[in-house]
């Protein structure tokens, strides 16, 4: 059953809040706030596409072009137009929230690897219409002079308020996702995952709760687009390829699917693999990052999420041989 | 409702089928009446299941109406034939095995519940208050169908008896008032077969109209008011239990010819 | 100018021509992927590594070593061959949940690692291979063909005719598809079913080498090219009917037609994007592939 | 022809299967009962080798066969019809029945093969009927009767059958029982696991009741037809 | 059983190794200078030979007794051509490996990335991306303070081969370029400066950086019958098109590559088909070619002595754009020391005159890329499958 664990949900929060003190004081760590910033915005992407993948079973290798979506919907509308930030933010996952929908709605009727093509091949579109588009987008070159964000004055303007900022809304969108996987919703995603033909026997409007888990995932990962838009002031479609959403397939899959925690964990890890620690292998980094991630799927088919479970399994296992 | 339904809860007239030239169903008659179990049996691949099929809305017919309480259902879609009060169980055991016994139940409480995606993500006092109704429910369907104490096993984690109550309680959830059940007995031994038995029996109390596909046919005349015989699609006998027990049709298609081989 | 003019009719061929001979390329890599499907329903994403190293080994054995080409060609496709397997051993047979999304992880993380090698030992940069049969264009009706185009097609039509005689008529390649069917199954009929999975390996690997050699005299090779190539293999292979060969074929040629005529007639920027487009709308119409069965599908796991 | 001897069997570290030691003698037909989740089917996949965490020996002609592989123990002409048919359902009928042979084709044994085909056929003739048709849309009973003939056709010696009569229509598992004892009658020596005791005492020669994993009791079928336990247990009264 | 234990416990050592793995802070006096190179990914050929170059530039003045005592500590981090990492390296950095100046990223992309804090934390910056965007803030109308760059702009090149162009009388063109940031900003200035020299663009085409044929875009281009084709690509895709063009006979039509083309290996790699094809390179790349006469002789022969003898490999005109902001640095560091702003100053001020590999630099406070096309392009061809200086 799954029932909300206060403990590991309180010790997380004073995790975020502490991590940024602590690291001020060990100059080894001093830059981890910094990557922790991407770590969190991908967890937004991850939090939402771990529903969708791991709760309701549908595979989705577009999820980058929302991302995408909500950086270029901020980037153009506060460069070129200069409305206010937190507006343009809120109209980026409307757009996305729509393109969704009208992809959803014929896609997530396909399965398995036609479903994968699918989101693959969206993906890749609107890639090449960020690419394109240059009088928009600005093309590959991309797009600059985006603002920072603020609000009431307070401008977010340093690593550490950033932080704050993305890890806000991180952990709100974390615990608003473990409300939903608990509720009537949560359980018809669940449902539908294991036999689409019971569930709608049971009455649950498989399709639509398909699309609706779909749109969610999209609003959040446009969220997490705004955000990077307005933290990096700056934007380019290579950011938002096929790779990058393949990148968080891996991260889903290195964290866990099954359970949300994973999608932190998964997208925590693949920020600071990629971004601090393989940088010591230097050219033999895409070797080692292909390494770890091939031994994690042969020995933790379950991702991290799993360690506990296989580690308590040794112990029992001790236990009752001895 | 015209004075010709009345009564009878499930029409279905001139019901046929086709998939790819091949004809599962032709020109199927019949309905059932409120409150009675009506069974339906013929030879493995006579078309029972089809049927069911059609009756809960995983296909539409090739021709044909059916009707609920009067209302055409053909074109509906399966979840939402379940909102009306139809539900069922699967020949192949369609349990959600990655859930607690609990849980597969309380997915059956769906329809009969609303909660907005919002209202739970923020959880909302009047969503959890819900929740809390809805457990209960659940629990007090455990009990009728005997499960109760294994309500936090994994559904997978049951034997095949536990599993095949499991799928009629979760149907029973959904607070149909017309229950299809596709074969409840099959691959139970005859201790674990009269226990089914009792438990429909119980159901048919309860006033909800049961239809029933089975081999069994102890199961079949201990517990049914009504028997349909399919075979190749057809319909080729309806009537009381005892009639259609010593029909030749039947006997000839689908019982065998000696009282004694049955088993 | 004393140069010929071009007529509409005459680049409208020219379109035609190089949308079915890139379209053949994409044919090579999607049928590749059919045969570790029907096996194993897996969709190998490290296909596209296999046609790179198809062709950096061939330049390697035939430029750089001098090995005549009758020597070098089955040369490479053995040693791709046993990358395959290797790839088999090393990276699929050990999982022992497998999932979707284990298994592609699995082929990614497989190609990343046979990416990172190839550029380790090769470098970064493009190489070039000799063509089989010289680089004098070939005219007809105003438009041009590469010789070496003549290969690939020819290499195409060898491969399906042998794999479609394999897998309808021998008793290994129906044993093959019962392995994807019900692995269980298969082994009570006496089947071994890892050796069977090994062989789809290895014969994938294979082609995946043979569409390496005959592609690279016209489009160089570097270690990076494998995804792209997987992902158009991917494309063909989803839009002509997972586990087709006469679907992978027709899903090649189908997606480099329209990318051809889309760059020709519409917008070259956009000619990957009126493929896929074209792809998406198949799919909704026909949610399992031009070719493959709808029947067939409902059996099948993934 | 085939013994168990202290055979334990384990799912998920936990045992299925508690010391079981049984004996099926040649040319007889022997039965297992026992209520659902006792432990039959996985008594069948261990000694057909798809289980693989195994404890005890497993002898057949004199040779220890446990710890082989599914399709080694084939080989030795111990052939399973799997719970739930198991077929190819998106080959055809015949691709079916042909890989059922499938290490004689190996061994390129063209004419037994085609001999045993006719056989085959001969003996369920809707089979040849729908020789063409994929295997997946054939009915239960012919989906059963399929599942049987590709079982044949690799010549077992010991036939082991996991309920063949579930699921299946009265006439049809009169017919498939009619089957049992045929194939009986010409020299194979079959294991039966079946829910349907009744049936299956009346078929078999000799019989064990299995509950939870364990041995409780054995004897004739016919001394178990009449033991008052089995009555009430297994036969409703 | 026990081998995947040992595996299981393995792998979790390895993410544990990775979390202690942070280094060291060692407390120095090198002189510290930051360099951000897309070393690996797609843009390798950029990043790698500027890593190589660097390096070895590095090594030449360590060896040579360092810069006033003092070694020259370089710290190089791989982009992968990505817009995040570069931003995340460059951060780094500044702010915990406290560098003196930073020079690269690679792209222009990655470059617009990094500029906004090179601005925020008052750093110097000498990227080696092609854009005139990165040093010039287009919204303030001024050069951006803290930021320079080395490599001539596409709108150079684009003039260097427009005025070659006009010279020979052509003055209706074909465009084709490739989708990355490369040939879409190497599209937009000829676009842009077409009408300034008279020229008019009959056919626009595009294709992709892994595309294997561009006969259908040479197609269309054909049935246009310009006068020129002038090409903006890197990477395998300059030399399939090459090819293409021989293979549809359109020989007849002169065919200009980008400065991009700037390798030998690629003439190599068009087997034959490069033959009459012009291009507008830097000094760096035709050295032996050049006059004894001129300036740049003998730096652009040191260079490419030392790099092909060095790391066995032609040379690419890519590695020139880190030696001339690594000495550029190097002659700040000398004079001023590790003060940013100073190295800032000096840059701006007292460079002038630098002969560098791609031309002699003149910066000053509204030009912050210090060169001009006529003296940072000479127009080549191919000839007899090496480079020639064109008339």
Redesign the interface.
């Known amino acids: 059953m799954l029932r909300i664990r206060k403990l590991p949900i309180i010790i997380f929060a004073l995790f975020i809040i502490v991590f940024p003190l602590v690291s001020r004081l060990i100059p080894a760590i001093q830059n981890y706030p910094d990557l922790m910033i991407f770590a969190g915005i991908y967890s937004l992407i991850t939090i939402g596409l771990s529903l969708l993948m791991g709760y309701a079973g549908q595979i989705s290798l577009g999820q980058a072009a929302f991302y995408g979506i909500g950086a270029y919907v901020s980037a153009i509308l506060t460069a070129t137009y200069g409305l206010n930030p937190w507006f343009c933010m809120v109209i980026g996952m409307i757009v996305a929230a729509i393109v969704a929908v009208l992809v959803g709605v014929p896609s997530l009727k396909l399965k398995g690897h036609y479903l994968a093509m699918a989101t693959l091949a969206f993906g890749i579109i609107v890639f090449i219409i960020f690419n394109e588009e240059v009088e928009w987008t600005g093309g590959p070159d991309g797009m600059s002079g985006i603002p920072g964000l603020s609000l009431f004055g307070f401008a977010f303007d340093s690593v550490e308020k950033y932080y704050y900022l993305v890890w806000f809304f991180v952990f709100s969108v974390f615990v608003f996702t473990i409300n939903v996987i608990q509720s009537r919703t949560g359980r018809a995603l669940r449902a539908i995952h294991s036999s689409e033909a019971a569930s709608s026997a049971m009455g649950i409007n498989v399709s639509r709760f398909k699309v609706v888990v779909f749109v969610y995932s999209a609003i959040l990962a446009s969220l997490a687009g705004s955000l990077y838009a307005y933290y990096l002031n700056f934007i380019n479609p290579s950011t938002f390829d096929l790779f990058f959403s393949i990148k968080l397939l891996i991260m889903i899959a290195l964290g866990g699917m099954h359970d949300i925690w994973g999608a932190i964990i998964g997208a925590f890890l693949i920020t600071f693999l990629s971004f601090e620690w393989l940088h010591f292998f230097e050219e033999f980094e895409v070797i080692v990052y292909g390494v770890i991630l091939l031994l994690v799927i042969i020995f933790l088919p379950q991702g991290m999420v799993g360690i506990p479970k296989i580690l308590k399994g040794l112990f029992n296992k001790k236990v009752s041989n001895g | 409702m015209d004075k010709e339904s009345r009564g009878k809860i499930l029409e279905v007239e001139k019901v046929s089928m086709v998939f790819?030239g091949l004809m599962a169903l032709i020109n199927i008659h019949f309905n059932a009446k409120e409150g009675m179990v009506k069974a339906i049996?013929?030879?493995?691949?006579?078309g029972k299941t089809t049927l069911f099929n059609i009756i809960?809305?995983?296909f539409s017919p090739t021709e044909g109406v059916v009707r609920f309480r009067g209302k055409p259902i053909q074109k509906l879609?399966?979840?939402e034939i379940?909102?009306l009060g139809i539900?069922?169980t699967?020949?192949t055991i369609?349990?959600?095995?990655?859930?607690?016994v609990?849980?597969n139940v309380?997915?059956?409480?769906?329809?009969r519940?609303r909660?907005s995606?919002i209202a739970?993500?923020?959880?909302l006092p009047h969503?959890k208050h819900?929740?809390e109704q809805?457990r209960a429910k659940a629990m007090e369907i455990l009990e009728f169908v005997g499960l109760a104490e294994k309500f936090?096993e994994s559904a997978d984690s049951l034997?095949?008896?536990g599993r095949k109550m499991l799928e009629i309680g979760?149907?029973l959830?959904?607070e149909p008032t017309l229950l299809c059940l596709d074969?409840p007995a099959?691959?139970?031994?005859?201790?674990?077969?009269?226990k089914a038995s009792s438990l429909i029996n119980a159901i048919k109390e309860k006033g909800i109209t049961v239809l029933l596909v089975e081999?069994d046919?102890?199961v079949v005349m201990n517990i049914s008011d009504e028997i349909m015989a399919l075979n190749y699609g057809e319909k080729i006998a309806e009537g009381l239990s005892e009639e259609i027990q010593n029909n030749p049709k039947v006997i000839e298609?689908?019982?065998?010819s000696s009282e004694e081989?049955?088993? | 100018m004393p140069m010929e003019k071009i007529t509409f009719a005459n680049q409208l061929l020219q379109y035609l021509i190089t949308g079915l001979t890139v379209g053949s390329t994409y044919a090579m890599v999607a049928i590749g992927f059919n045969i570790i499907y029907n096996v194993t329903e897996i969709i190998n994403l490290a296909q596209g590594e296999f046609v790179m190293l198809g062709g950096l080994v061939m330049v390697f054995l035939h430029v750089a070593a001098g090995l005549p080409i009758v020597l070098a060609f089955p040369l490479t496709v053995i040693i791709v061959t046993l990358v395959g397997m290797l790839l088999d051993r090393l990276a699929i047979r050990p999982i022992r949940q497998p999932s979707v999304l284990t298994l592609i992880i699995a082929t990614i993380a497989a190609s990343i690692i046979i990416k990172g090698i190839a550029m380790f030992i090769w470098g970064k940069d493009p190489f070039d291979l000799p063509a089989f049969s010289g680089r004098h264009p070939i005219h007809f009706l105003g438009a041009v063909i590469q010789p070496q185009y003549f290969w690939i097609i020819g290499f195409l039509i060898v491969i399906v005719i042998f794999l479609t005689l394999f897998f309808e008529k021998t008793i290994i390649g129906k044993a093959m598809s019962a392995c994807a069917d019900n692995p269980g199954a298969a082994s009570l009929v006496g089947i071994n079913v890892k050796r069977m999975i090994l062989l789809s390996f290895a014969l994938s690997a294979a082609i995946g080498a043979v569409a390496g050699i005959t592609i690279t005299p016209i489009s160089l090779m570097e270690y990076d090219r494998g995804a792209m190539l997987a992902i158009k293999g991917f494309g063909a292979v989803v839009l002509g009917g997972l586990g087709s060969f006469p679907g992978a074929i027709l899903g090649g040629l189908i997606l480099g037609t329209i990318e051809s005529f889309g760059a020709g007639l519409i917008h070259s920027g956009y000619k990957d994007a009126f493929a896929l487009i074209v792809l998406l709308g198949a799919l909704f119409l026909r949610p399992s592939g031009l070719l493959g069965s709808i029947e067939v599908s409902k059996f099948k796991r993934f | 022809m085939l013994k168990t001897e202290g055979l334990t069997a384990y799912y998920d570290n936990i045992p299925a299967l508690k010391g079981i030691s049984i004996n099926v003698p040649k040319g007889q037909v022997v039965t297992i009962i026992g209520a659902n989740g006792a432990g039959k089917s996985t008594l069948l996949k261990a000694i057909s080798g798809l289980i693989k965490s195994l404890e005890g020996r497993i002898i057949y002609k004199e040779k220890n066969i446990a710890g082989l592989l599914s399709n080694q123990i084939v080989g030795l002409g111990i052939s399973q019809v799997p719970e739930g048919r198991q077929l190819f359902s998106h080959l055809t009928v015949q691709d079916n029945i042909n890989l059922g042979a499938y290490l004689k084709f190996k061994r390129r044994y063209r004419h037994e093969i085609d001999e045993r085909i006719k056989e085959v056929f001969g003996m369920f003739p809707i089979l040849e009927k729908r020789s063409e048709q994929i295997a997946g849309t054939l009915s239960g009973g012919e989906q059963q009767m399929l599942a049987i003939a590709r079982a044949l056709m690799g010549r077992p010696k010991l036939l082991l059958l996991d309920e063949p009569s579930m699921g299946l229509a009265p006439l049809i598992v009169k017919e498939i029982f009619e089957v049992i004892e045929r194939l009986n009658q010409s020299g194979t020596t079959i294991l039966l696991v079946e829910q349907n005791a009744r049936a299956a005492l009346k078929t078999a020669d000799y019989a064990y009741v299995l509950e939870t994993g364990e041995l409780v009791l054995e004897g004739s079928a016919k001394d178990l037809s009449g033991n008052i336990k089995v009555k009430e247990a297994y036969l409703g009264g | 059983m026990k081998t995947r234990k040992m595996a299981i416990i393995t792998t979790v050592c390895l993410f544990g190794f990775g979390l202690l793995l942070t280094p060291t802070m060692v407390f120095s006096e090198n002189l510290k200078v930051g360099a951000v190179f897309s070393v690996t990914g797609r843009t390798s050929f950029l990043g790698d030979p500027e890593k190589k170059t660097a390096e070895m530039v590095a090594e030449q003045i360590n060896n040579a007794g360092g810069i006033n005592g003092k070694k020259l500590e370089l710290i190089i981090y791989d982009t992968e051509g990505d817009a995040t990492k570069t931003n995340l390296a460059v951060k780094k950095l500044i702010t915990k490996d406290k560098v003196c100046a930073v020079i690269g990223p690679s792209l222009s992309g990655t470059s617009m990335a990094v500029v906004p804090l090179a601005e925020q934390y008052k750093t110097p910056l000498i990227s080696a991306a092609a854009s005139y965007k990165i040093t010039w803030d287009e919204k303030k109308n001024k050069s951006r303070h803290w930021v320079f760059k080395t490599p001539q702009t596409d709108t150079m090149a684009v003039e260097a081969i427009y005025t070659h162009l006009k010279k020979r009388g052509i003055n209706k063109i074909a465009i084709a370029s490739i989708t990355t940031g490369f040939g879409k900003s190497g599209h937009g200035e000829l676009v842009r400066l077409a009408s300034k020299y008279g020229i008019t663009i009959v056919e626009d085409e595009s294709y992709g950086p892994k595309d294997t044929d561009m006969t259908v875009q040479l197609t269309k281009i054909k049935g246009a019958a310009p006068g020129a084709i002038v090409n903006w690509s890197v990477g395998p895709t300059q030399v399939v098109i090459l090819r293409n063009w021989k293979d549809l006979g359109m020989t007849e039509i002169p065919f200009y590559q980008s400065h991009g083309f700037g390798s030998r290996k690629n003439i190599k790699l068009a087997a034959g088909a490069a033959e009459g094809v012009f291009a507008p390179l830097g000094a760096v790349n035709v050295a032996e070619l050049l006059p004894a006469s001129h300036p740049q002789k003998a730096v652009t022969m040191g260079y490419m002595k030392n790099y092909t003898a060095k790391y066995n490999e032609p040379l690419s005109s890519f590695g020139g754009h880190a030696w001339d902001a690594l000495h550029l640095v190097a002659k700040a560091l000398k004079a001023v020391g590790c003060d940013r702003a100073g190295i800032r100053d000096y840059l701006e001020n007292k460079t002038a005159g630098f002969v560098g590999q791609h031309g002699i630099f003149n910066f000053s406070t509204n030009d912050h890329i210090g060169l001009t096309f006529n003296e940072a392009f000479l127009m080549v061809v191919v000839k007899g499958d090496d480079w020639a200086l064109a008339k």
Not at chain 2, 106 to 111: D, I, K, N, R
């Open positions: 790819g049996i013929g030879p493995n691949g006579a809960t809305g995983t879609k399966a979840h379940a909102e539900s069922r699967f020949q369609e349990l959600f095995g990655n859930m607690t609990l849980e309380m997915v059956g409480c769906h329809t519940t909660s995606f739970s993500g923020l959880r969503d819900k929740e809805i936090s034997p095949l008896g979760r149907a959830a959904t074969e099959a691959g139970l031994n005859e201790t674990e077969t009269e081999h046919m102890k298609a689908y019982l065998g081989d049955r088993a």
